[in-house]
């Protein structure tokens, strides 16, 4: 084999192992993103719930008891990211949403 097959070769193969480094790179992302999205959404299912039974002043005792539809393509393994604190006539819920924490309690 020549020289400058070679050379072209090794670039051949540098460039195809930058190309799904940057593949893998952004697959990520978009997974981190979408993650992002579904926990930001049942975030906002469960504080609108929530705050729709505050004239009642009835709180479930846990999460899963609220009709959750998990928008955002979610499903009910996101309930494990939150804290859920309730005495049935009040209740708090705690999660970390990116970088914030992110604390409400119910009735305001």
Same mark, same amino acid.
């Given at each position: 084999?020549?020289?400058?097959?070679?050379?072209?070769?090794?670039?051949?193969?540098?460039?195809?192992?930058?190309?799904?480094?940057?593949?893998?790179?952004?697959?990520?992302?978009?997974?981190?993103?979408?993650?992002?999205?579904?926990?930001?959404?049942?975030?906002?299912?469960?504080?609108?719930? $929530? !705050?729709?039974?505050?004239?009642?002043? /009835? %709180? *479930?005792?846990?999460?899963?008891?609220?009709?959750?539809?998990?928008?955002?393509?979610?499903?009910?393994?996101?309930?494990?990211?939150?804290?859920?604190?309730?005495?049935?006539?009040?209740?708090?819920?705690?999660?970390? $949403? !990116?970088?914030?924490?992110?604390?409400? /309690? %119910? *009735?305001?």
């Amino acid at each position: 084999m020549s020289m400058t097959k070679a050379i072209g070769s090794t670039i051949a193969v540098g460039f195809v192992i930058f190309v799904l480094a940057v593949a893998l790179y952004a697959r990520r992302e978009v997974r981190a993103a979408a993650d992002h999205s579904a926990h930001a959404a049942i975030t906002a299912e469960i504080c609108d719930q $929530l !705050g729709k039974r505050a004239s009642t002043g /009835s %709180f *479930p005792r846990s999460l899963s008891e609220l009709p959750l539809v998990f928008p955002d393509g979610g499903d009910a393994s996101l309930l494990t990211r939150f804290t859920y604190e309730s005495t049935g006539t009040n209740c708090t819920l705690r999660t970390h $949403l !990116g970088t914030h924490e992110l604390v409400r /309690s %119910f *009735p305001q």
